[in-house]
């Protein structure tokens, strides 16, 4: 069963000689409940040296340009009303169905079992507690 870590270590791209260096910015009215989530479901590293609790940074592996992070930027009045107004998140993942079990019983809401894609993947989504929409996936 692979950790939120190891999720977004996979994720992460070679390109040319270098690593590409992603970040993936969302905005809350509660950083740190979304800090919570993201630590608690998929074992990322909260930091907040860099404006924390305005903003928080979750990092899933070391902190370098190998890694991707989401940070968290604080707006007292965001309400997210539809999906475009959040973000869409995709994890890899080795056994997508071992994740479904592992997220479900953590209590995470999960609208439908895994299903697999005519594309040769496997998935199934669950959100964030802003909307903010996650798919594990994985390759078959």
């Known amino acids: 069963m692979a950790s939120g870590k190891q999720i977004l270590a996979d994720f992460t791209r070679e390109t040319g000689f270098a690593r590409k260096l992603v970040g993936i910015n969302i ?18 590293d909260v930091c ?13 592996g070391p902190r370098d340009e190998r890694t991707v992070w989401i940070t968290v930027n604080h707006d007292p009045a965001f309400v997210p009303r539809t999906y475009q107004a959040c973000q869409g998140l995709e994890f890899r993942v080795a056994d997508v169905d071992a994740e479904y079990a592992r997220i479900r019983a953590l209590g995470v809401p999960v609208a439908a079992p895994p299903a697999d894609l005519p594309w040769g993947f496997r998935f199934f989504h669950v959100a964030d507690p802003d909307g903010n929409g996650i798919d594990l996936v994985q390759k078959l």
């Not at 809350?28 to 990322?44: E, K, M, N, Q, T």
């Not at 924390?52 to 990092?59: A, K």
């Open 48 to 60: 907040e040296e860099h404006g924390g609790p305005q903003r928080i940074e979750l990092w899933f």
């Open 27 to 44: 905005v809350s009215a509660d950083p740190g409940r979304l800090a919570a989530f993201y630590r608690d479901v998929l074992g990322a």
